[in-house]
């Protein structure tokens, strides 16, 4: 089989993150989370002592961070500066301010040069997962995926996920998915949009295991 390039977009809580892992283990490409990269810099912000409420400050800053991604679909890994990032990315400090690091289009524009560059180079072909994958980062993608679903069924999706990290109520987790998913859809700069030729997938009435079932389906068709 050929290496195959896929891109799979959709706002939170719709299992973006699963269904991509698993797709990408079961055929055999990698596997890159863009999220993770925007939770990074966002993180590498904070602890720098960066106003993310700043674009100025978040442009002129956006450089410094050394931000690395593993594509292992079992074992993804981030890393800035040489640190694992993985758990401090989760954090709800980190979610409630990354969409307004990932606005900024210096930001973007570095991360977008990084994904390009980490999809180009994967032998075998790649799974990557995020809000403009489609329709900026990857417009040759072989195929695209648009997931969708329910704000209820995506916020009972997430307060699951959150549930014995973080205190959470489902109200308050619906309330901030829907906040975080209308500022990624409303920037200017390659905003969550499904692309002109994405496959769209309504998720709300499938298991996990069906949604990954089907996009296979898709990929094996391409390939
Ligand atoms: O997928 P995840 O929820 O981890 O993404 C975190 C945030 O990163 C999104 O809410 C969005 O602000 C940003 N993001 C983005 N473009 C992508 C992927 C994520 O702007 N391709």
């Not at 442009?59 to 292992?72: E, H, L, M, Q, R």
């Not at 969708?148 to 999706?157: D, G, K």
């Not at 499938?206 to 390939?223: G, P």
């Amino acid at each position: 089989p050929s290496a195959v390039i896929v891109a799979i977009d959709g706002p939170s809580g719709t299992g973006k993150s699963s269904t991509s892992k698993a797709v990408a283990a079961k055929l055999g490409l990698r596997y890159l989370d863009t999220g993770a990269q925007y939770r990074a810099i966002t993180w590498w912000m904070i602890t720098n002592g960066i106003d993310t409420d700043d674009p100025h400050a978040i442009a002129v800053a956006a450089g410094k961070p050394g931000i690395v991604s593993g594509t292992d679909p079992a074992a993804p890994t981030i890393t800035v500066d040489g640190l694992d990032a993985s758990g401090p990315i989760r954090t709800q400090e980190v979610t409630s301010k990354v969409s307004a690091v990932s606005a900024v289009p210096e930001v973007r524009t570095l991360i977008t040069e990084l994904q390009r560059s980490i999809a180009a180079s994967a032998e075998g072909g790649i799974v990557v997962e995020g809000r403009d994958i489609g329709t900026t980062v990857l417009p040759d993608a072989d195929l695209k995926i648009f997931l969708t679903a329910s704000p209820e069924a995506r916020a009972a999706r997430r307060s699951g996920e959150l549930r014995g990290k973080e205190a959470t109520d489902l109200a308050a987790t619906k309330e901030a998915l829907i906040k975080r998913d209308a500022a990624d859809s409303g920037r200017k700069t390659s905003p969550l949009a499904k692309a002109g030729d994405a496959v769209e997938v309504d998720t709300t009435e499938l298991t996990l295991d069906q949604v990954i079932e089907c996009v296979v389906t898709l990929v094996e068709e391409k390939r």
